[in-house]
């Protein structure tokens, strides 16, 4: 999955194992969600970690939603849920890794 490079400005928190946020394994890297974002360390400092393009998460067959035991995680204006070590976010009618 290629991802953009976009620096989080004035991130003065340290994430790692013991830092109270959500830590989730992202291809090569561990996402942090905080204050709606996903963090990932990049060259001494912090990006948003955002896929680059449309990745569609094929044969989904569950639905998520609240009560559907995966860790639901407020994203910007949409929600993700952890599953399987990954971020799935609805989009038209189908699941995206995000």
Partial sequence: MTLTCTKHDAHPHTHGPDCGHEAVPHGDHIDYIHDGHAHREHD?????????????HDDHPHEHGPGCGHEAVPHGDHVDYIHDGHR???HDGHWDEH
């Avoid at 001494?44 to 569609?56: I, Q």
Wanted: net charge negative; charged share 10%; proline share 6%.
């Fill in 44 to 56: 001494g400092h912090w990006d948003e970690c955002v896929p680059a393009g449309h990745v569609t």
């Fill in 88 to 90: 799935h976010a609805f």
